[in-house]
């Protein structure tokens, strides 16, 4: 399906940049006007992370004219993994800075904007009014669902993209002319369901791939080529090397760009999305330990039990002395309660305490009264303890 361009063309090209454009000038869809369009298009992207990295930087060395980032994170050792935006020298440093220095050095004709704060239902309107399209690098339903609804109301496009071990997604949003994220996923998935690339990791190149068809598809739809993926969903399976595509469908009964809509104005996607289940939170309650309370129970012979209920690709990587892998999956499938020790306290943790917690109810429903876990997990412990332990 053929759009039309999303903006008009700029009054002119520069001699300087007709030289820099100049590969894009001869391919006839693009030309003199697709790219003058480019460089009259105001991108907003969310993230300078994994997505975030390559996106920005395509979309510079295309001729974008105003990119905006949003960002509030600052790097760490584990983002040069997959983050190429970012280096070794900028290891603590906002996100934000650093992926603009970058940006400028790919192409210094483009304006950048910074919004170093958090996105969320009391600034994401007001941002995304001024851009035309938005980029959508988060890794977070929260902030997926954000986007999606602020994008809805505004009826602004937006093109998504998602990233998890060797698999990547990519799509295009626009509640106007096809389906929108929630016509897709109506509804997030129970509380530590799926894990994040924190839990399970992602193949760096991977990112590489999906950012580039995000910018492919923002180009097509900012100068009006192609045929982009509205109403298309894109899977790419890095392992197998396929691509393949879903049919997405508009959803009549969609709750924010159905006819019936029922979400007419932001809502709290924190709540919406349950970062931890209500059940996690209540049994956490009052059965918390911190990671020197643990050491404390170690270091006085107490009668306990540590679970670490990562996975043992985590557990190779670091772990707290004394703990006993078993995989947060292998309660919930109901495999590792006949096997806990009923004379011991169970002491449970994860990397942050979020799978912990979530073990934790299973545990206090299967009549483990004293159970506990650890708040911080092991990058807590590494933190307090350890400091000399790697962590990720």
């Not at 986007?147 to 990547?168: E, M, Q, T």
């Not at 910018?215 to 890095?238: H, S, T």
């Not at 969609?254 to 049994?283: K, M, R």
């Not at 299967?366 to 159970?371: K, L, M, Y």
């Amino acid at each position: 399906m053929s759009l039309p361009p999303l903006v008009e063309p700029a009054s002119e090209l520069t001699v300087d940049e007709v030289r820099r454009y100049s590969r894009h000038l001869i391919i006839p869809d693009v030309g003199m006007d697709g790219q003058k369009r480019l460089k009259n298009a105001k991108v907003l992207c969310v993230g300078a992370g994994g997505l975030g990295s390559p996106a920005l930087m395509y979309l510079a060395a295309a001729g974008v004219g105003t990119l905006g980032i949003v960002e509030f994170d600052e790097v760490d050792e584990s983002n040069l993994q997959r983050q190429i935006i970012h280096s070794q020298a900028d290891i603590g440093r906002s996100k934000a800075e650093s992926a603009k220095d970058t940006v400028l050095g790919i192409n210094p004709y483009t304006t950048v904007n910074l919004h170093k704060e958090r996105l969320d239902s009391s600034n994401v309107m007001e941002l995304f009014a001024e851009y035309d399209l938005i980029v959508d690098g988060t890794d977070n339903f929260a902030t997926r669902y954000l986007v999606n609804d602020a994008c809805v109301l505004l009826n602004k496009p937006y093109v998504w993209g998602s990233i998890y071990r060797f698999d990547g997604q990519a799509s295009v949003f626009w509640s106007e002319h096809g389906p929108c994220y929630r016509c897709l996923y109506p509804e997030p998935p129970p509380p530590g369901m799926v894990p994040s690339c924190a839990e399970g990791g992602v193949l760096g190149v991977l990112c590489a791939s999906i950012g580039s068809i995000q910018v492919n598809e923002a180009i097509k739809l900012l100068a009006g080529i192609g045929d982009p993926l509205v109403g298309r969903l894109m899977i790419y399976d890095a392992l197998e090397m396929t691509y393949r595509q879903v049919k997405v469908r508009k959803d009549p009964n969609c709750a924010v760009c159905g006819p019936n809509a029922t979400v007419t104005e932001l809502i709290d996607y924190e709540a919406f999305c349950g970062v931890v289940s209500d059940e996690a939170q209540e049994a956490a309650l009052g059965s918390t330990i911190t990671p020197k309370q643990l050491k404390e129970m170690i270091d006085g012979d107490e009668k306990i039990e540590i679970i670490d209920v990562r996975e043992p690709n985590e557990y190779e990587i670091v772990s707290i002395p004394g703990a006993k892998l078993i995989p947060k999956n292998e309660f919930l499938m109901g495999n590792a309660l006949q096997d806990l020790p009923q004379d011991k306290k169970i002491v449970l943790h994860c990397k942050t305490g979020v799978r912990s917690a979530e073990v934790l109810a299973v545990l206090k429903s299967a009549g483990f009264s004293d159970a506990v876990h650890v708040g911080g997990g092991v990058i807590g412990w590494v933190n307090q303890i350890e400091p000399e332990k790697p962590v990720y």
